[in-house]
């Protein structure tokens, strides 16, 4: 006797999409999928869910109850068990444009000077060279008014320091572990998207009121 199919697709949305102007999204772009069979499943990975118009922005927000509508209207007796966040961010972007050469050089400056400026005025709030010359003058007993030999490896051990804070050198990676700028990044891409959610599914849900109005 064989054992009956299981009828339930298990999906679970992605985050976040980026397409490009004026193209469908399928579900097999938003989510990932577990169908009863391998037909069935390619069938629902090609399932159009929406198409970007020009008047709809550079984001849109598919929930899951949308994709679940579309779904049984292809597979009306198909259960379907969700994993994972309820809604995924469609970010509508153009080609991405080659980074100018010019522009990076200056941002690159910039921050490296201002970096820079920083850190001197840091140690002079603080009164560093001070504290430089106290801690010679304890070491070897005489005070010097310019302890170099102090003062070039302390510079050194903060570029040093940074780099190993950091976890990169250029492009080189010291190991797999995520620098502190890599969680905060994250944190705020985030907290950016679900504030993105947010505000595009209550703007959904003004004009689904305002229909109801108008309906009534």
Known sequence: MEAAQPSALYLRLKKKVNIRPERSVTLGQVSRLLAPT??????LNELVLYRHHKGDGNRVVIDLLQI??????VVPSLSVEAYGDPQVLIMISPKPQKPRIVVLLFAWLLLFFGAGL??????????????????VELLTGKRSDHPLW???PYSLGIGLGMILFFNHLFRKRFNEEPNPLEVELYAYQENVNAYVIADEMRKKNNQHGERSEDDG
């Open 68 to 73: 679940v509508r579309v779904i049984r209207e």
């Open 150 to 152: 102090f003062q070039i």
């Open 38 to 43: 391998d037909e069935l499943e390619q069938e």
């Open 118 to 135: 920083a850190i001197m005025n840091f140690h002079t709030d603080v009164s560093m060279k001070e504290v430089h010359i106290r801690i």
